[in-house]
């Protein structure tokens, strides 16, 4: 089992509308929870950034973790063609080394 | 204030040659690190350095492959013999702050083993 799974997609949504991006991971002593955005030919930088449970807002995006399901979300509002990337969630292990998800690609059409 | 840099963008090279990937972290970053995303897959830990000692390198998949940050400045990754299965694209990163600390990517080595 994969210690960070989510659905590559591709994800497609016209422009404006709400997008949800999902991850789920199977150890729950993870705490750091982190959402990479990556365009083409780039490297992943850091979107947003959650400890533990809750929620946390950042303009468009929220990123949400439910510890108690294992489940990782960022929503994005508002979507707009400049948001089309590659999306990863990542956890962080008690050694700081990031694991990541494979990715979602997002494609938000004008 | 420059980013991580990566070189080369892209190699292309035959089975059974070497290769070697370089990167210079952001200016003062003591930790580094080496990932890879090889097709379809995740992108996955190799190494990390801080400074120039290898605090974990339990990613690294086999003795073919030798990381090095001499002087605790820029690192190389050395692949020799390469293999088709090596194949990938190379991301290094660095941070100031080991832990918590924001993780700054390159934008990678793409590497084609033919």
């Known amino acids: 089992q994969k210690e960070v799974e989510q659905d590559p997609g591709p994800l497609s949504v016209p422009e404006g509308a709400i997008v949800s991006l999902n991850c789920t991971y199977s150890?729950?002593?993870?705490?750091?929870f982190m959402w990479y955005r990556q365009y083409s030919r780039k490297g992943p930088e850091l979107l947003m950034y959650t400890y533990s449970s809750g929620n946390k807002e950042d303009g468009r995006f929220t990123a949400q973790v439910d510890k108690s399901s294992k489940y990782i979300s960022l929503f994005i509002r508002d979507s707009q063609p400049s948001d089309s990337a590659t999306y990863l969630c990542a956890t962080r292990s008690y050694t700081g080394k990031l694991i990541f998800g494979q990715g979602t690609t997002l494609q938000v059409k004008p | 204030e420059a980013g991580v840099t990566q070189f080369p963008s892209h190699s292309v090279i035959e089975k059974g040659q070497t290769v070697t990937l370089r990167c210079d972290p952001i200016?003062?970053?003591?930790?580094l690190y080496w990932y890879r995303r090889v097709m379809g897959k995740e992108i996955k830990f190799l190494l990390h350095?801080?400074?120039?000692?290898?605090?974990?390198e339990s990613g690294m998949p086999n003795n073919r492959f030798l990381a090095e940050r001499t002087g605790g400045t820029y690192s190389t990754l050395k692949v020799q013999p390469a293999e088709l299965e090596d194949s990938g694209v190379y991301f290094c990163?660095?941070?100031?702050?080991?832990?918590?600390?924001?993780?700054?990517f390159g934008e990678g080595s793409r590497l084609t083993v033919l």
């Open positions: 350095f801080v400074k120039e000692s290898k605090q974990d």
């Open positions: 200016s003062g970053h003591d930790n």
């Open positions: 990163a660095s941070s100031q702050v080991k832990g918590t600390g924001e993780l700054f």
């Open positions: 150890n729950s002593a993870f705490q750091y």
